[in-house]
Every structure is written in C-alpha cells, then in structure tokens.
C-alpha cells in the first residue's frame, strides 16, 4: 500500500469575479522511503498540491489518503494527530525571530506536550544530525540562509514524521548551499527512513536528489516515473520543456530537423559523433552536450542539428541506434 495516494485530487479557488481551477483530477502514488520530487514551471499548482497533501489546503473533490487514512473522514483531533507525522520545510524557513535554535527546535514538541527533559534530549540528537551544535544558542538573524534551513529540518523532524514535505526549500540559497541541504536530505532518507516530498521548478534538484518525480503542468499531472526513466525518455510536451530548457538548445535553431541522444556509463567517454562523422561522411552540429549525475548514475545527452539533405538524416539516426544509443527527436514545442 502506497505511504501516500492522491486520487482524483481536484482543488478549486472560487473569488468574487473569477474561479481558477488549480489542480484537475491527480492521481499519485508515493510509497515509503522515496524522494518524490514534484517538479513544474511557476504557476503550475505545485505548492497548491503540496498543502493539499497535508490539508492545508482541503481539496475540492477527490481524496487523499496517508498512511491508510482518507484525510477528508478524520476528526479534527485525529488530522492534527496525524500531521505530526507530515511536516513540512519551507522556502524562507519560517523561524521565531525572537528564539535561538534550541528554542524553535523546541517549538513543535511543546505544542505536543512532551516533557522538557525529552524535548532537551531529543534537541541535542538533532543538532548532531543538521550538523548545527556550535550554533544551538544563535538566533536566526545570527545564522547564514543554509544554517537557518537546518534548523527548519531539525524542527520538522522534531515530533519523528514519517514524512517531510519541502516546498521550494532551496529556492533562496545558492548552488554551493543548496547542494549541502540536498545532500543532508539525502542522508535523513537513507539513514531514517522518512519519506521526502520536494516541490521545485529547478530540474538539477530533481536530478541530484530524488529517485521518482511527477511534472505538474496547468494543474493537470503530464507525468510521472523514475527519475531515470523521464529524463532519458521524456514522454509529454511539458517534460521536454524543463529538460530540453535547461540543456539550453538555441531557441533560433527551432524549425530545422533536430535530435537528441541520451547515452550512459561507458558510452559518455567514447567519440561518438568524431567516428559519426568518418564513417558516415556527415556532418552535424552540436547544439548542446553535457553529462549529468542522475539518481549517482552517469548520464550524458547531446542536442544535435542534422544535415538538410533527408537521406543523410536517416544515416545518422539509423548509424546512433546501431550504437545501442537512445534517439529522438526535438520539436520546436520543447524550447
């Protein structure tokens, strides 16, 4: 059974004048100990899926079911009951300005009623695991952007969730920072087995970091899969759109025949397009190439402009596939 299943999730936002329709029909399942990462463009109903996941936001119709419970039939007493095993890490890390790290640690398990002896207890262990013990009595005006992230994560693991929701938690930080807090997820993952849940619109955190996503594209879900399997073989337009964007094709080469290759291990060392070129006496233009770590697997793609003549366009494909590489094609609507 499925940690978390979305069925035919539907959250509609009904104003004086207007009515927007943020998410239609989703349907997801996310099982225990995954990365799940929900990835779409700004404006997309990412961050409206995240709060309905937790009920923050109750959704129009469809359910939502954690740990085998329909949100939509608990108590009041019993969804609170049961958010202590969701927290959530958000983009400006949401701190009490007016308490040091030990005092927002502390924050969730006094609402919970724990004894301050646990609360002390269990403070120490998860300064130790955000690496933050030489900081526990700064306040957060005293504390770097990545260090104020850490203290969200040690207070969102606080009351012992089985699951995390990030919603855009390394928007605000820069790369080197933001690899740091991705790599300390990735930790909390393997080491404690909570399942993590990151909204983003930054495919190289999809990459790095999560072993399935789902692409939200205008509220509707276009797809969902391994990490591996959607970005080597994007199937829907809006796939193609974030990880064509972000291999950064030259948008005034849209309207002419264009491929790209994915290839893995081995093959990312190997000349392919030089022996392309003298065995099949053809010549390309490389648009993009790069090599990705995806899921700690080497990936490599290439964007490649084929020669105008047709004949010549078949040899090179045909001569790609007969290197075992995967081939498809790059219409203008993935820029």
Known sequence: MPLIELKHLTKTFRGKTQTVEALRDINLQIEQGDIYGIIGMSGAGKSTLVRCINFLERPTSGSVIIDGKDLASLSPRDLRQLRQQVSMIFQHFNLLQQRNVRGNISFAMEIAGMKRADIDRRIDELLEIVGLTDRQHNYPSQLSGGQQQRVAIARALATNPKIILCDEATSALDP?????????????????????????????????????????????????????????????????????????????????????????????????????????????????????????????????????????????????????LRVEEVSGDAH
Not at 199 to 205: A, R
Not at 284 to 301: S, T
């Open 176 to 324: 080197t920072t933001t690899t740091s807090i991705l790599n300390l997820l990735r930790e909390i993952n393997r080491k404690l087995g909570i399942t993590i849940v990151i909204i983003t619109h930054e495919m190289s955190v999809v990459e790095s970091t999560c072993t399935h996503v789902a692409i939200i594209d205008d509220g509707t879900l276009a797809e969902t899969g391994t990490v591996e399997e959607v970005f080597s073989h994007p199937k829907s337009s809006a796939a193609k759109k974030l990880i064509f964007r972000k291999s950064g094709a030259d948008s005034t080469i849209i309207g002419q025949r264009m491929i790209r290759i994915v290839f893995e291990g081995n093959a990312s060392s190997e000349p392919i397009i030089a022996d392309l070129i003298m065995e099949c006496h053809v010549s390309v233009n490389i648009l993009h190439a790069d090599i990705r770590n995806v899921n700690d697997k080497a990936f490599g793609q290439m964007i490649l402009q084929l020669p105008e003549d047709r004949l010549q366009q078949e040899k090179v494909i045909y001569y790609l596939q007969s290197k075992n």
